[in-house]
């Protein structure tokens, strides 16, 4: 399984704003099966959940947590309409296996 390793003082992709209580992630490859990140949608879950965590500890319950779905994209092994679908497809997964999953916490993850 694929699990995020760098620690949060590695993270250099992370902006973090103390001012606004707001922990966002520029650079993910959560969604499952798009490029070398998740494969299945339960590493996308358990990614996700770390993100959420990362965020209590450097901000508190409180704060914001931004992720931002950026996949690669591999001109060489598909087109632009093949990953755009891919993509949308991968994205409706998750969200669906967020929506009804039986963790209230995996629910809140598209709102927190």
Do not use: W
């Amino acid at each position: 399984m694929h699990t995020m390793t760098m620690s949060i003082k590695t993270m250099t992709k992370t902006i973090k704003n103390k001012a606004n209580n707001i922990f966002v992630d520029f650079h993910t490859h959560i969604l499952p099966g798009i490029d070398d990140g998740a494969k299945t949608v339960e590493e996308s879950i358990a990614m996700l959940l770390e993100e959420r965590r990362q965020a209590d500890e450097l901000f508190g319950k409180s704060a914001r947590c931004v992720v931002v779905l950026t996949p690669h994209f591999k001109s060489y092994n598909q087109t632009v309409e093949e990953f755009l679908e891919n993509r949308a497809t991968a994205f409706a997964e998750l969200r669906h296996a967020i929506e009804v999953h039986e963790d209230p916490k995996v629910n809140n993850l598209l709102y927190s």
